[in-house]
């Protein structure tokens, strides 16, 4: 079993859409979760990051963490053509990024 | 806020040359930076911690001859590809976590090396 899953997708959607991206992981160990985008040729751009289990919102995006499940989402609500990337999961033990382990990512198209 | 500014974004020499990458902290300081390699449609490799004022740790399985890491400041990491061959094509990443508290890591656009 790998440490971080992720649904493995593509996942094309029409525009407006509600988007759901999900991560199982296996190590209870894992304090801090976040939600990566990546654009095609460019870096990972942060999006959403959070520590303890609940929901975080920012905008249009919603992280939600249960950690007795071991489960995280990223919602993103009236999906828009701009939103099309890879959404990476990630997880990291401990502060400044130490072992840091990202999930292998979802393909998103949403449809105009 | 946190920026990271990778240079140059795409690079192409023959092969057995050396290519040096610049990862550089914009607007924070940063005690410790990491290099990621990424092949199409897969998801980001660690191969090395950098680690301002000391030596780099090192995945296994990479070779620190090969890539060589050097962290002189709090905001500048360098990953230098040596002798580079065609195997070593790929999209190279940096990232960097702002220094004080928990802090995810904010990441450079990426370096696209083509080897000829």
């Known amino acids: 079993q790998k440490e971080v899953e992720q649904d493995p997708g593509p996942l094309s959607v029409p525009e407006g859409a509600i988007v759901s991206l999900n991560c199982t992981y296996s190590?209870?160990?894992?304090?801090?979760f976040m939600w990566y985008r990546q654009y095609s040729r460019k870096g990972p751009e942060l999006l959403m990051y959070t520590y303890s289990s609940g929901n975080k919102e920012d905008g249009r995006f919603t992280a939600q963490v249960d950690k007795s499940s071991k489960y995280i989402s990223l919602f993103i609500r009236d999906s828009q053509p701009s939103d099309s990337a890879t959404y990476l999961c990630?997880?990291?033990?401990?502060?400044?990024?130490?072992?840091?382990?990202f999930g292998p990512g979802t393909r998103l198209s949403v449809l105009p | 806020g946190a920026v990271v500014s990778q240079h140059p974004s795409w690079v192409i020499c023959k092969s057995g040359t050396s290519v040096k990458i610049e990862c550089r902290s914009l607007?924070?300081?940063?005690?410790?930076m990491f290099w990621y390699r990424q092949f199409p449609k897969q998801s980001l490799m660690l191969m090395a911690t950098?680690?301002?004022?000391?030596?780099?740790?090192?995945e296994q399985g990479v070779e620190k001859d090969k890539f060589l890491i050097n962290h002189a400041s709090l905001t500048l990491s360098t990953l230098t590809v040596t002798s580079a061959h065609p195997e070593d094509s790929s999209f190279y990443i940096c990232?960097?976590?702002?220094?004080?508290?928990?802090?995810?890591?904010?990441f450079g656009d990426g370096t696209r090396l083509s080897i000829l």
């Open positions: 990232s960097a976590s702002p220094t004080g508290g928990y802090q995810p890591q904010h």
């Open positions: 990630a997880m990291s033990v401990g502060n400044y990024g130490q072992n840091f382990v």
């Open positions: 607007d924070f300081q940063a005690t410790t």
């Open positions: 950098s680690n301002e004022g000391s030596k780099a740790t090192y």
């Open positions: 190590n209870s160990a894992f304090q801090y």
